[in-house]
């Protein structure tokens, strides 16, 4: 392995800025203290303003799992009828999910890379009016593909049914404006675009969404959110925190305040649409048939390489690691991706190194091409920024 190079462009986890490592490295302090209170407020806040809402945004210690589990339990009973929108591996997680707590669960589906029809929702929710609940995927990280969140959530709202939004690996990097669309409940995770490991998971629930938390019978301990919010209000949680996690989250949240919402989210498009670009000069073809991401993109691996080895030659022997295939795309795919701290000179380094071991596998690549496509791209704005 190169030693003096470590280039990290999996969608999760994703680089972690230096402010932030350097407050992982401080001493620890104790979390049931004023001192912890006001940074927690703080944090708070500042993701209020990542998610774009004025509901409150709770915090548990765990995966992005956790958040979609609570999401499940808070707002349902035993038997409820829920619509599970999905086209990829994490999608899948709703259905499971479900099926585990006893819930009646309806299913629309888009073949992997491809994107969901809203019209089939509309369908769905037209034969089934007692439809609790709509739980689908913002980006679904597995296949590199954004949902017309906007389009289904206007939908849903003016059915009976909540919508649950997935939105681990798009928060921060897709668009998703939760109180303007009308989303009513969005669930997100650290080690994305939010520049964290892993540690943190994320919910914030409407007022409609938290009125069905009153009459939920689901059992629930860890992830009750009326705990949460009785916590809350003393800019506090119910258990115990990820203490240095929150402590570096303030960090990464400002870099995003810093730099503006609407231009970080902006960066993030133009990397996702140069990516791209370079991958599509030297011929590679892109996995996601339509609404590609702006987290992450799938490319599909070129006939007669071994995925697998692509990624581990890669990782093992030169420094840059990308994620493969998963689920029954394992050595089919491999996934790049362009938010959080990833910069310009991380994706250059990768997109070389691709080249370079592509050609050792036998599929000639060149590296000074696709450097080229992505710095050409990359200089002008592209239909892809998400604010003018």
């Known amino acids: 392995m190169n030693q003096n190079r470590n280039v990290l462009l999996t969608p999760g986890p ?20 004023p001192q912890y209170r006001k940074v927690f407020g703080r944090v708070s806040l500042g993701l209020q303003e990542v998610f774009q809402t004025k509901s409150n945004v709770f915090t548990l210690t765990s995966s992005g ?33 479900g099926k585990s707590y006893g819930m009646n669960v309806l299913s629309v589906s888009a073949p992997y890379g491809e994107a969901i029809d809203p019209a089939e929702i509309r369908k769905v929710l037209q034969v089934n009016p007692f439809t609790k609940a709509v739980y689908t995927t913002h980006c679904e990280t597995s296949t590199g593909v954004t949902y017309d969140i906007q389009s289904i959530a206007e939908m849903v709202s003016k059915s009976n049914a909540i919508l649950v939004v997935d939105a681990i690996s798009g928060l921060g990097a897709d668009p998703l404006p939760q109180d303007e669309w009308k989303v009513d409940v969005v669930v997100s995770g650290s080690q994305k675009a939010l520049m964290l490991p892993p540690g943190l998971a994320f919910i914030s629930a409407s007022e409609r969404a938290l009125a069905l938390n009153k009459t939920s019978t689901c059992q629930k301990y860890y992830c009750d959110l009326k705990l949460y919010q009785k916590a809350f209000l003393d800019s506090d949680t119910p258990f115990t925190p990820a203490l240095t996690l929150v402590l570096a989250l303030e960090e990464t949240l400002k870099l995003i305040q810093v730099k503006g919402l609407r231009s970080h989210l902006n960066e993030t498009a133009r990397l996702a649409d140069a990516t791209r670009a370079a991958l599509r000069a030297i011929k590679l073809e892109l996995f996601a048939k339509s609404h590609p991401s702006n987290a992450v993109t799938a490319v599909k691996v070129p006939n007669g390489i071994d995925g697998e080895k692509l990624i581990k030659i890669m990782r093992d022997e030169k420094g840059v690691t990308m994620a493969g295939g998963q689920g029954s795309m394992k050595g089919k795919i491999f996934r790049i991706a362009h938010m959080g701290y990833i910069t310009k000179e991380d994706l250059t380094i990768g997109l070389q190194i691709l080249c370079e071991t592509l050609s050792a596998l036998g599929f000639q690549a060149s590296s000074e091409e696709a450097v080229h496509y992505f710095n050409e791209t990359y200089k002008r704005p592209t239909a892809k920024e998400v604010y003018r």
Request: hydrophobic share 45%; charged share 15%; glycine share 8%.
């Open 65 to 97: 799992t956790g958040a979609m589990e609570a999401a499940v339990v808070n707002f349902l009973s035993p038997g409820d009828t829920i619509l599970v929108a999905h086209a990829g591996k994490f999608g899948e997680r709703w259905l499971e999910l």
């Open 14 to 33: 994703t680089p972690v800025p230096p402010e932030a490592l350097k407050i992982l490295s401080q001493p620890i302090f104790h979390h049931r203290t």
